[in-house]
């Protein structure tokens, strides 16, 4: 869910507090043509045209930042999103994996 492809929803809960600059950077990204975008925000989903583009990104970011990012977006998922839990909790338990939070990954 978040990784080549990502939703809006779950970008603006991770980031609340920076909702108003989100559309504008992913409208960035569609325009340069590095992610392509399936409907409108708020039910917009998002895919990177290109795996490497995606990898570049990642690697692009320091690792503590990608640990936190990852533990964030796994709480969002438990907290605001239980259907993803419950449908998918490989997907919770990767986040809190690379989050280096194998405790919570677990269960």
């Given at each position: 869910m978040i990784g080549r492809e990502f939703r809006y929803d779950v970008l603006q809960a991770v980031h609340p507090e920076e909702a108003e600059s989100l559309e504008g950077a992913l409208q960035q990204l569609v325009a340069a043509e590095l992610v392509h975008q399936q409907e409108q925000p708020p039910q917009a989903s998002y895919q990177f045209k290109h795996a490497l583009i995606q990898d570049t990104a990642?690697?692009?970011?320091?690792?503590?930042?990608?640990?936190?990012?990852?533990?964030?977006?796994?709480?969002v998922f438990e907290e605001q999103f239980p259907e993803t839990k419950e449908?998918?909790?490989?997907?919770?338990a990767h986040h809190y994996t690379e989050a280096q939070r194998s405790e919570q990954a677990i269960p």
């Amino acid at each position: 869910m978040i990784g080549r492809e990502f939703r809006y929803d779950v970008l603006q809960a991770v980031h609340p507090e920076e909702a108003e600059s989100l559309e504008g950077a992913l409208q960035q990204l569609v325009a340069a043509e590095l992610v392509h975008q399936q409907e409108q925000p708020p039910q917009a989903s998002y895919q990177f045209k290109h795996a490497l583009i995606q990898d570049t990104a990642y690697e692009s970011l320091l690792r503590r930042a990608r640990r936190h990012y990852h533990h964030q977006i796994a709480q969002v998922f438990e907290e605001q999103f239980p259907e993803t839990k419950e449908t998918q909790p490989e997907l919770v338990a990767h986040h809190y994996t690379e989050a280096q939070r194998s405790e919570q990954a677990i269960p």
